[in-house]
Structures are given as structure tokens and as C-alpha cells.
């Protein structure tokens, strides 16, 4: 299933959805672009639009930009009960931005980048589109860099959400951020936890896909089950992803 298809059925579950309003990541990605004040800001993969609603904050002007009309519809409800006047948002893929070189003075994505096709593209793009010395800020899950658990953490991954592209390990960025010209200011790490019903239920897991992944996470050997802080309790599972937040300069 394609990524738009994907999120124009289940925008809403995004929008009203914890993991993306709020966590910890949210509140880093908030505090680092707080320590500056900007004219143009960028939020690619916007979603539901959380992210793009902290750039307003410090931007006096905000593009945000997604393949999916359904999240951007709900991102509109959204900005409009928070009455946010200095956001703009449109229909772009992150691979192909629809801007100027040199445009905006800061570039955020949070959770969007393991859907896309061509990582190393969308951050030639995010760089292309920033002005001198401008800053990114890129929050994803990422994965390890060790194959048994990247493999098996990509299966789960792909089973939920056929949109799944793939999971980056740090070592997986950090060459992507030098082919592409960006230079690495700081890389803070943290975990989003998440009950496994209301994961699944958020991207439409089928019922039959609901249980192969259940049992995927019940029979994992104890290394997988001690990175991804697997807890069975009761007849719910709870479980964490490692996230990633890199705070980025481009260079030149």
C-alpha cells in the first residue's frame, strides 16, 4: 500500500493519537529550535501537524508539507482550533519539495522519515531548500545496528503498516547526514512507548496481521525482547521503539 492511501484512511487515529501530540520527542524537537527565532520554517511530513505547530512558535512563517490530504485535513482542524494564523500547509513528496533553493532558515521532519522511499534524497532536498548556515531538526525511530534485531524489527514494522519503508540505525544516518552535506550539531536519544492494540489499531492492521505480530512479540528471544523493552502485563503488551533526534547545520 502506498504511504497516501495509507494515512488519508487512518489520519485521524494520527491526530488524535498521544505518541504524535505529545512525548518526549516532541519536547526536544520544541527546545532545540526554541533557542532561535526564524523568518521561514519548513515541516516536511507534517502528519497531523505537531511539529509544524511548534515551528509557528518560532518562525513568523511556517510551510508545512505531506503526501496525504487526509492528515492535512486534519492538521487544518487542528491549527484552527489552536488558532494559528502563520502556517501554510500543501501537498508535496519529500523527495521532490516544491520550493526555491535557499528558502527556509530551519527544516523539520519527526516520525515521517521511515515512510519515504529515497532517504539520501529527502535530505539532499531538506538541504537544498535551506538557506546558508541554516539549521534541520529530524526526529525518527530508528533501529539497531545489529542485524538480528534490525531484521526482526523491520518484519514487525512492515507486517503493521504496509507503508513501512525502513528503519535507520545511527550509523545508517550519520552516512546519509555526510553524503548529503549536513554537519551533525547534536544527537540526543530517546524511546517512544507504545501499548502494541493501539499501535496496531492506529495504521489498520488487519485482524490476521494482529495476531501474527502479537505472537511475533510474545515468542522474540530475550535480546529482542530487552532492546524493545518488550512487558507483557495482563492482555495488553507494551513495548518501545528508540528514537532519534538530530540536530543538524547545513554547511557552506
Same mark, same amino acid.
Given at each position: 500500500?502506498? =504511504?497516501?492511501?495509507?494515512?488519508?484512511?487512518?489520519?485521524?487515529?494520527? =491526530?488524535?493519537?498521544?505518541?504524535?501530540?505529545?512525548?518526549?520527542?516532541?519536547?526536544?524537537?520544541?527546545?532545540?529550535?526554541?533557542?532561535?527565532?526564524?523568518?521561514?520554517?519548513?515541516?516536511?511530513?507534517?502528519?497531523?501537524?505537531?511539529?509544524?505547530?511548534?515551528?509557528?512558535?518560532?518562525?513568523?512563517? +511556517?510551510?508545512?508539507?505531506?503526501?496525504?490530504?487526509?492528515?492535512?485535513?486534519?492538521?487544518?482542524?487542528?491549527?484552527?482550533?489552536?488558532?494559528?494564523?502563520?502556517?501554510?500547509?500543501?501537498?508535496?513528496?519529500?523527495?521532490?519539495?516544491?520550493?526555491?533553493?535557499?528558502?527556509?532558515?530551519?527544516?523539520?521532519?519527526?516520525?515521517?522519515?521511515?515512510?519515504?522511499?529515497?532517504?539520501?534524497?529527502?535530505?539532499?532536498?531538506?538541504?537544498?531548500?535551506?538557506?546558508?548556515?541554516?539549521?534541520?531538526?529530524?526526529?525518527?525511530?530508528?533501529? =539497531?545496528?545489529?542485524?538480528?534485531?534490525?531484521? $526482526?524489527?523491520?518484519?514487525?514494522?512492515?507486517?503493521?503498516?504496509?507503508?513501512?519503508?525502513?528503519?535507520?540505525?545511527?550509523?545508517? $544516518?550519520?552516512?546519509?547526514?555526510?553524503?548529503?552535506?549536513?554537519?551533525?550539531?547534536?544527537?540526543?536519544? =530517546?524511546? +517512544?512507548?507504545?501499548?502494541?492494540?493501539? $499501535?496496531?489499531?492506529?495504521?489498520?492492521?488487519?485482524?490476521?496481521?494482529?495476531?501474527?505480530?502479537?505472537?511475533?512479540?510474545?515468542?522474540?528471544?530475550?535480546?529482542?525482547?530487552?532492546?524493545?523493552?518488550?512487558?507483557?502485563?495482563?492482555?495488553?503488551?507494551?513495548?518501545? $521503539?528508540?528514537?532519534?533526534?538530530?540536530?543538524?547545520?547545513?554547511?557552506?
Amino acid at each position: 500500500m502506498e =504511504s497516501k492511501e495509507q494515512f488519508d484512511r487512518q489520519a485521524k487515529y494520527y =491526530s488524535s493519537s498521544k505518541t504524535f501530540s505529545s512525548g518526549e520527542s516532541l519536547k526536544i524537537l520544541s527546545k532545540l529550535i526554541s533557542k532561535k527565532n526564524y523568518n521561514y520554517g519548513l515541516d516536511i511530513g507534517t502528519g497531523a501537524g505537531f511539529a509544524a505547530f511548534e515551528l509557528t512558535k518560532y518562525c513568523k512563517s +511556517v510551510e508545512a508539507t505531506d503526501i496525504s490530504q487526509g492528515m492535512i485535513d486534519e492538521a487544518i482542524k487542528i491549527m484552527k482550533e489552536r488558532k494559528i494564523k502563520n502556517l501554510n500547509f500543501n501537498i508535496s513528496n519529500a523527495e521532490e519539495l516544491k520550493y526555491k533553493d535557499e528558502t527556509f532558515d530551519i527544516v523539520t521532519c519527526r516520525t515521517a522519515a521511515h515512510h519515504f522511499k529515497n532517504v539520501e534524497k529527502f535530505c539532499n532536498e531538506s538541504n537544498r531548500v535551506l538557506s546558508k548556515n541554516g539549521d534541520a531538526v529530524i526526529v525518527d525511530t530508528i533501529t =539497531s545496528d545489529q542485524k538480528k534485531l534490525d531484521l $526482526w524489527h523491520q518484519e514487525v514494522e512492515l507486517i503493521r503498516d504496509k507503508s513501512h519503508i525502513k528503519n535507520l540505525s545511527l550509523i545508517e $544516518w550519520k552516512k546519509i547526514f555526510k553524503l548529503t552535506k549536513f554537519d551533525v550539531i547534536d544527537i540526543a536519544q =530517546s524511546r +517512544v512507548h507504545m501499548d502494541l492494540g493501539d $499501535w496496531m489499531e492506529r495504521s489498520g492492521t488487519s485482524d490476521a496481521d494482529k495476531i501474527i505480530i502479537k505472537n511475533k512479540f510474545l515468542n522474540a528471544d530475550e535480546k529482542i525482547k530487552k532492546f524493545f523493552g518488550i512487558i507483557p502485563q495482563e492482555d495488553k503488551i507494551f513495548f518501545y $521503539w528508540p528514537v532519534g533526534i538530530f540536530h543538524l547545520r547545513k554547511l557552506g
